[in-house]
């Protein structure tokens, strides 16, 4: 898990890492538990007109749930996060 959190701050930029976990860091909300769930996509990946690949789903964690987006954009000779956002909801 290490290595992935690394290749993708070195994708987006650890300011833009920050900014998408900063409520989380604020509140003090350990997020760890989600590694050992396995996500639930609300449909299936999807490419728009502008090229960029959409995912997004949720991981059913209690008592909240961990919602996701993510966007890649892609750069030879694969797929780079562009976005990321992450919210929680009961």
Do not use: C, H
């Not at 992935?4 to 976990?21: C, P, Y």
């Not at 509140?27 to 769930?37: E, H, N, R, T, V």
Request: net charge positive.
């Amino acid at each position: 898990m290490k290595k992935a959190l690394t290749d993708v701050q070195k994708e987006i930029g650890a300011s833009k890492l920050q900014r998408a976990f900063q409520p989380f860091i604020d509140q003090q909300i350990d997020l760890s538990a989600i590694k050992m769930l396995e996500p639930k996509f609300d449909a299936p990946a999807r490419v728009n007109t502008d090229g960029l690949l959409f995912v997004s789903g949720e991981f059913p964690s209690k008592p909240y749930r961990v919602i996701f987006s993510l966007k890649f954009m892609y750069e030879l000779p694969k797929w780079k996060v562009f976005g990321l956002d992450v919210t929680m909801r009961p």
